[in-house]
């Protein structure tokens, strides 16, 4: 297969990109700094965009099986903690993503010969702060936060593909797991100083999903020919912020006993902190009903492989 992968330097689509490129397929990255361009395997075709058009690329789609738009703007920004959300960097946000879904549209409305799949990024935050006990499938309405309206114009920036009859999988994914970068690395923090423990009232859902698993699921959507519309990439086994706190200090061998206030999160962080004090209870109905199996369904599986340490769950 030819693949182009905007996005393709950050942590899930230079993963991608290397999988499939030692697998054999051609693949081809889109960066705004192709020089610069760092993590991709040799194999891996790097070329430049604007991330605002298709002018430069836009004839590479001619003939491409696959383009998977992954390109955004960090949520938390690019230092390791939290930058505020003011109102300039939710524009930044928002409108990152927008021109890369108006660039990507352009460029395969355009192209004589369409690709088989657009694969649009997304997120379960599309969905809003949601009770515990709500299980969130992909049917769901959108919420009605700044998460949940960026969510929904970034999947509505691609959508126009489907009149031309490229099939469309639009990927909601959660907390990745990932000691490379996302989250888990400032989580994980407390719990290396032996300060971890629950962050707010600890009864929020966590969503979360391992990279090993985003990267099959991706792959499987790309395949599978009736694949289409929202798909949740979490597991298939959410946990609540205590219990994955006392998770993951199992993994590591440190204990989860310090909470952390949700109003001191909110003091030091802003809005940006209603990323771990708010969740979504979402499941992965779709994937499992069209036969995806995932190798970490359980968040004692996930963490153990990423720490070493020995899993207590039953293989599944």
């Known amino acids: 297969m030819r693949v182009i992968i905007t996005g393709g330097t950050g942590l899930i689509g ?8 030692r697998d054999e397929h051609e693949v081809i990255v889109l960066s705004r700094s192709p020089r610069t361009a760092k993590g991709l395997d040799s194999k891996v075709k790097v070329e430049g965009w604007d991330a605002k ?27 390791f903690f939290p930058q505020r959300w003011t109102d300039e960097r939710k524009a930044r946000i928002l409108q990152s993503r927008l021109d890369a879904g108006k660039a990507v549209l352009e460029a395969i409305e355009q192209a004589e010969t369409k690709p088989k799949v657009l ?11 949601r009770r515990a006990n709500d299980e969130i499938t992909e ?22 593909v489907e009149r031309i009859g490229v099939r469309r999988p639009a990927i909601r994914t959660g907390v990745l797991l990932s000691k490379e970068g996302g989250a888990l690395p400032r989580l994980a923090l ?11 009232s600890g009864k929020q859902p966590v969503p979360w999903i391992h990279m090993d698993d985003v990267i099959s699921a ?12 929202p798909f949740n990439l979490t597991a298939p086994n959410p946990v609540t912020n205590a219990e994955f706190g006392r998770k ?21 962080f802003g809005e940006v902190a209603t990323v771990v004090l708010d969740g979504q209870w979402a499941v992965p109905a779709r994937l499992l009903e069209l036969g995806f199996t995932f190798k970490y369904p359980t968040v004692e599986e996930a963490l153990a492989a990423l720490y070493g340490r020995e899993s207590t769950t039953v293989a599944h």
């Open 119 to 129: 694969i649009q990024a997304s997120a379960v935050g599309y969905y809003g702060a």
């Open 14 to 21: 230079s993963k991608l990109a290397n999988e499939l490129a």
């Open 53 to 79: 058009s298709a002018h430069g690329w836009g004839p590479l789609v001619n003939g491409t099986d696959a383009i998977i738009n992954l390109a955004a703007s960090n949520l938390a920004g690019n230092g």
């Open 139 to 160: 049917q769901a309405a959108a919420g009605n936060d700044f998460l949940a309206d960026v969510c929904k114009q970034w999947e509505a920036s691609t959508e126009d």
């Open 218 to 229: 991706i792959r499987f959507l790309m395949t599978h020919p009736t694949a289409t519309g």
């Open 190 to 200: 407390p719990f290396q100083m032996f300060v971890g423990g629950p962050m707010g």
């Open 248 to 268: 993951l200090g199992e993994a590591m061998g440190r204990p989860s006993l310090i909470p952390v206030p949700g109003f001191a999160l909110k003091t030091a």
